[in-house]
């Protein structure tokens, strides 16, 4: 006779009815939770190390040992590697008859990886790598796609103390190295290229460019992702010559492969570098640890994203899938599901069909033939959705699903509404009759969010409905002082573990201090709780979005603070777009503004000024596209290219981009710039009156 399932409890129902159990602790709200988290920063983080029963062979002497920013030091005397807790999840979730990891693609090539040869596979990589004389602290760069490789090549990496770092195989060949050039990697992984669009896309050739720009690496190994008949595999493994098969690589089962153990490294040893791009210079390449990586992900996914364990008898067969490619950290958010034993299930591809053939359904059927229950994108991926009509209805069994993630950028409230009227329209569950939208907003700088989701809090469309645990955000205005029900500057104000542990190159720290705390005085706003610190204590990080906390805590991003290009959640610096376009003779300088706005349609404008006598005609305008799309990736080509007589710039030469963003974002010209700190303050008034044609108050 069949037995009803006993009813779902939220991850954090669970946590706090554990805290009540074993601290004593009891809250009335989820506000005076979420103050306790970030005034006992102590009492809170060891507590989700004990929830989650993180392990090290050695003890921990404190938890926080010194509250300063940038600098805080998490954990002291533990030891950890991000593969062990990973691998803690193998016998039991194989038991219980679950995969590692499902995969598909544009090709249809379905796979399932399960927990036992996903450990296989990792052991042998990482004895590979270890014959090739890569040891702890070594750098590793990947240049792959979203498929079961790179997650394998991952663990292997870092199971045994090297430094992950990857891009994705469609940025162009001048990005990738200004990356990789940086962090001077001792081997790279790479494909042999990807399928996206409908199209498939050889990237040997720029694997060859690779091995010829960076000098550091000794050893190439070559994941096949194209090739498929033997002679293809030849052919290209022929071509990358020299080079390591990673099939073959990840082909032992002898007993140094059963005997493998991931080594145990210091709480902060580094795990991996990720890439966030500034206003200037080249990308920062940050550098995360494992220890925090790991106890801010659990805390995020479990207790925030409400994404359980697919054994434990809760979140019983939990199938977690966050559409992304591997150049943004929601890849690494995907990946850290396997960190609680969930199986992550993973799409290499377009999400919105071809260019000959849009088709924005393939996510929703890719999830209803593998039973997703909780189902993330980028906010972009909901909106296409809702602008080009997608009818679930038509997407085949979607009843698992009992949750929906976005981030990337804001989330209107018709996306929302429409994902929620969708759901509410084929309810198969008590759970999808009033969808449960998981909106979060963090960033690849601290491999986290600080705003998120609560399973019991109230839904509000467009908003997201808290402050996450342990992150004492607020919103405050240019005088440093915290403000409610208005838009300020997102900061947060204590430590969280994730935080970078340096960049690399940046010896003297200045960098790190002037890419998040440089803002406001050092010691303002420092004491948890509330007050400040001396200036020994640091400053605040602040984070470069625009924050709005409506008095019930649920919050709003309305984009970037500074001019950043954010597009489809994908960051990339203004430099490295110039660097593109003013390497063509016909061009003398340029800007570019993006208006990411909530509320309003994504916008990207690029200023260009040639050399004399040129115009902007079809075909100048499709070569400026040409070299941005080769240079970075197609994603970052302008909505619009106008010329113009001047690029506006102080008097220091620096251009003017933040105020012409706000300008063109509605904000009036006399409280976004001043004149007498301009060089050229004349060229205002063609951005003024290009600002009217934009609000529709002069004709084009």
């Known amino acids: 006779m069949a037995t009803t399932p006993p009813p779902y409890v939220p991850q954090i129902h669970l946590y706090r009815d554990w805290l009540a159990r074993e601290r004593g602790l009891r809250f009335d709200s989820y506000d005076a939770l979420w103050r306790w988290s970030t005034t006992e920063l102590d009492a809170f983080w060891q507590s989700i190390w004990d929830y989650f029963d993180l392990r090290s062979p050695t003890p921990h002497t404190a938890v ?42 544009e090709k ?16 042998s990589l990482a004895l590979h790598l270890q014959d090739q004389g890569v040891m702890p602290g070594d750098r590793v760069a990947a240049y792959l796609p979203n498929v079961p490789e790179t997650m394998v090549a991952f663990l292997a990496v870092v199971s045994i103390g090297g430094v992950w770092s990857v891009c994705a195989p469609d940025m162009g ?12 990697p001792v081997a790279l992984i790479a494909c042999d290229g990807v399928s996206y669009g409908g199209k498939d896309h050889d990237r040997l050739a720029v694997v060859a460019e690779l091995r010829a720009a960076l000098p550091t690496v000794r050893h190439v190994i070559l994941h096949t992702n194209l090739a498929q008949e033997p002679a293809e595999v030849d052919h290209a493994l022929e071509t990358a010559q020299p080079c390591a098969d990673f099939h073959t690589a990840t082909a032992r089962g002898d007993a140094a492969v059963a005997a493998f153990e991931p080594l145990w490294l210091p709480f902060d040893h580094p795990l991996w570098i990720v890439y966030s791009s500034g206003t200037t210079g080249l990308p920062k390449p940050i550098v995360h640890g494992h220890g925090g990586t790991v106890i801010v992900a659990m ?23 966050w559409y992304s490619s591997t150049g943004w950290v929601m890849w690494n958010a995907q990946v850290s599901g396997l960190l609680a034993g969930t199986t992550c299930v993973i799409y290499d591809g377009n ?11 393939v996510l929703w059927r890719f999830a209803a033939r593998e039973g997703v229950t909780f189902f993330g ?4 991926f909901f909106a296409n959705c809702l602008k080009a009509g997608v009818d679930l209805a038509q997407c085949g069994d979607l009843s698992s699903i009992r949750a929906l993630g976005t981030t990337g950028s804001p989330l209107s409230e018709d996306a929302q509404r429409w994902g929620t009227a969708q759901f509410a329209a084929i309810a198969k569950t008590d759970a999808q009759k009033d969808i449960w939208w998981c909106n979060i907003s963090g960033g690849t700088d601290f491999a986290g969010a600080f705003i998120g989701g609560n399973r019991e809090l109230p839904q509000t469309p467009g908003r997201m409905q808290c402050r996450l645990l342990g992150c004492a955000v607020e919103s405050w205005d240019e005088q440093g002082r915290p403000v409610t029900d208005a838009v300020g500057e997102l900061v947060c104000a204590q430590p969280i573990p994730s935080m970078p542990l340096y960049f690399v190159g940046d010896t003297d720290h200045q960098r790190l201090i002037g890419s998040y705390f440089d803002t406001f005085p050092p010691g303002h706003g420092r004491k948890p709780g509330g007050g400040d610190l001396g200036k020994e204590a640091g400053a605040v990080w602040r984070h470069g979005d625009w924050l709005r906390i409506f008095p019930d805590g649920s919050c709003v991003i309305y984009g970037r ?33 993006d208006l990411e706005y909530l509320g309003r349609e994504s916008f990207m404008p690029l200023f260009v000024v ?11 305008n499709a070569k400026i596209a040409g070299a941005i799309r080769t240079a970075l990736s197609p994603r970052f080509v302008p909505d619009q290219i106008l010329q113009v007589a001047e690029i506006p710039r102080t008097l220091s030469g620096k251009k003017q981009e933040l105020p012409i963003k706000k300008l063109l974002l509605g904000q009036p010209l006399e409280k976004v710039i001043n004149r007498e700190a301009m060089a050229n303050p004349g060229c205002l008034d063609w951005y003024v009156a290009y600002a009217r044609q934009r609000a529709g108050t002069t004709p084009a």
């Open 108 to 123: 249809g090539q379905r796979r399932e990886l399960s927990w036992p040869e996903l450990r296989r596979q990792v052991a």
């Open 64 to 105: 926080l040992e010194k509250n300063v920013m940038p600098g805080a030091r998490w954990f002291p005397g533990a030891q950890f590697n991000y593969a062990q807790q990973v691998f803690r999840h193998v016998d039991a979730a194989h038991a219980a008859g679950f995969a590692a990891v499902i995969s598909d693609n």
């Open 610 to 620: 040639l050399r004399p006598g040129l115009t902007l005609d079809e075909a100048l």
């Open 299 to 321: 805390a995020l996914k479990t207790l925030h994203n409400d994404v359980g364990c697919s054994y434990a008898p809760n979140s019983f067969g939990e199938r977690y899938h």
């Open 561 to 593: 603070s500074d001019a950043t290009i954010n597009r489809h959640g994908l960051r990339m610096g203004t430099s490295e777009l110039y660097s593109a376009v003013e390497a063509l003779p016909e061009v003398l300088d340029s800007m570019v503004v």
């Open 173 to 184: 060949t001048n990005a990738v190295l200004d990356r990789f050039k940086q962090i001077e």
């Open 351 to 361: 999400p919105g069909g071809s260019k000959d053939r849009p088709d924005w359904t």
């Open 377 to 380: 994108a980028g906010a972009a």
